[in-house]
């Protein structure tokens, strides 16, 4: 059987052990840049993603993530950010890791092996053909990721597939497959290191433009935020101050109206009534540079 690049062992770093801190400090961090390199090669793939999730997710579908070990838990990580950073809806989000939260801070052995606990998890969450399943999984091997994504296209759903290694089984089970190929771990088979680091700059970005698309963010700027602190309104306020050109007093109000809703309020501030404002975005699909009069 042919091992996963990512469980190989580079000679390199055979005597890592041994080095002084800061020599091996170095090395570390050069894996780390190398990881991040590595994905270039994938935007492509990565864009296409985006783009066939954005264009599933403008219904009612959702967003589900799945892995197991280190690749679930940035996964969850990812997800988790969506409701806060673009008031993704937590209805809209499925937070799939093998073995369930206890799996998020210590390993439950066996779990990512049990392609009886993905059917479940799956079924739990009342997959259709409007949702979007995002596997991910160093070796691309992982029973749990290959059985969530086979339950995944079962039903219809959108799928894609995030390793790091070539000719991993995941890569031909999604839609659409991402690889990023890190090679073998400074710590072999160690993934929490290139390949994790990899996989969550994949997902930043996967995650991102999937709301770029979706017209969850404006002139730079994250305007579905939800402002659920004072820092967060003081952001809001800002927001709406730099792109209206309006005074503080004036921002502060609009949101009071809107009920902190940035893009309302920038809608009122261009003399519309909330119900006017709510039937644009409505009738834009969320980009308030349509829903502008």
């Not at 469980?7 to 800061?22: C, K, N, Q, T």
């Not at 209805?91 to 059917?119: C, F, K, M, P």
Request: aromatic share 2%; with cysteine.
């Amino acid at each position: 059987m042919t091992l996963p690049t990512t469980e190989g062992i580079d000679p390199r770093y055979l005597a890592l052990d041994e080095w002084p801190s800061g020599v091996a400090l170095d090395a570390l961090l050069e894996a780390q840049l190398s990881a991040v390199a590595a994905v270039r090669p994938a935007l492509p793939a990565i864009a296409a993603a985006a783009e066939a999730a954005a264009a599933r997710l403008r219904g009612t579908g959702r967003l589900i993530y799945c892995g197991a070990g280190t690749s679930g838990r940035i996964g969850v990580q990812d997800g988790a950010e969506l409701p806060p950073t673009f008031d993704w809806p937590p209805h809209r989000l499925g937070l799939l890791i093998a073995g369930g939260t206890q799996a998020l801070t210590s390993a439950v052995e066996n779990a990512e092996d049990r392609t009886d606990l993905a059917a479940a998890d799956m079924e739990a969450q009342h997959v259709t053909a409007s949702d979007v399943v995002i596997g991910l999984a160093a070796s691309g091997a992982t029973p749990y990721v290959l059985a969530c994504l086979a339950y995944a296209r079962q039903a219809g759903a959108l799928t894609i597939g995030l390793a790091n290694s070539p000719a991993a089984p995941l890569l031909t089970a999604a839609d659409h497959p991402i690889l990023v190929e890190t090679g073998a771990e400074p710590i072999a088979g160690s993934t929490r290191l290139k390949a994790g680091t990899s996989q969550k700059v994949v997902l930043n970005l996967l995650s991102t433009l999937i709301m770029l698309r979706l017209g969850r963010v404006w002139r730079g700027q994250m305007i579905d935020m939800v402002a659920a602190n004072e820092k967060l309104r003081r952001r809001a306020v800002r927001m709406v101050r730099s792109l209206t050109d309006c005074s503080e007093d004036a921002a502060r109000d609009a949101l009071a109206r809107a009920g902190g809703r940035t893009k309302l309020a920038i809608l009122l501030l261009h003399g519309l009534t909330p119900d006017e404002a709510a039937a644009r975005l409505v009738a834009s699909g969320g980009h308030l540079g349509t829903a502008l009069p």
